[in-house]
């Protein structure tokens, strides 16, 4: 039941013998389909703002830049599009990092110490919308990690903790190292159905569209976490529960 126009039948007539070679491009041509939609998929969410900017440009151009309350409100709308646009490109390039050509960017941390840096990254967000980040698990524990990678995964878990976290609530980070690194990041937030759990680590996928545009999410977070997490030879999971929280749990060999 191969599909016949995947394949590439190569003949060679030497004297009386016909060699025959048969490659099977099926792996090929689906990376060329993710290839493809990925792009397609970039287009589409690069247009939006830009259509967005160009459309609110104009208006003013047209005369409402007379009027200084509508010109306020319109550039606060322009520069939430130039923002989204900026964090598209960040995340586009994020996942154009190749891993092959990073070999040598191995680093030990401490684990308890690099959590409490990347926590500190937000408090300005935490302490806006008064949520506190606990990290929970032993001192001194040291991991040799490609830092490239590793990092990215932290920082985009710890930021739908808090961007779908209420106020006023509480996130926990923790830690343990046995034969394997073990990190959780559990907020007390919106949390999701089993099928969107099933789906949110695809590039573009997000529960709620509509929403996620509003608040600036590009929906490639946390596909950056689950390919890096495989890079480095790790895995992600989550678990959730609608209006009650989620737990991300990211495990990474000990070696
Ligand atoms: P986004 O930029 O939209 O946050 P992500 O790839 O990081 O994109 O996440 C994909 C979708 O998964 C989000 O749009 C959101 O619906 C859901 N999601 C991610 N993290 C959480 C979380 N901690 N709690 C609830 N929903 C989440």
Known sequence: NLDIRLRYIENEIKGDQIMGT???????RRLEKIQRDFVGNVSHELKTPVTSLLGFTETLLDGAKDDPALTAEFLT??????????RLIQDIIELSKDSNDLA?????????????????????????KQITVTIEGAENCFYQTRLTFFQPIIKNLLENAIQYSP????????????DQLEIAVTDHGIGMSKDDQKRIFERFYRVDKARAR?????????????????????TIDVESHPKLGSTFTLKLPNK
């Open 214 to 234: 509003h608040s600036g999410g590009t929906g490639l977070g946390l596909a950056i976490v689950k390919e890096y997490s495989e890079i480095l030879g790790g």
């Open 77 to 86: 709308i322009m520069q939430n599009d130039a923002k989204r646009l900026q």
């Open 104 to 128: 040598e960017d191995r680093q030990t941390i401490e684990i308890n110490y690099f959590l409490h840096q990347q926590v500190d990254l937000y408090q300005h967000l935490l302490k806006k």
């Open 22 to 28: 048969v490659y099977d491009l099926t792996h090929v």
């Open 167 to 178: 106020e006023e609530s509480q996130i926990e980070l923790s830690y343990r190292m046995t």
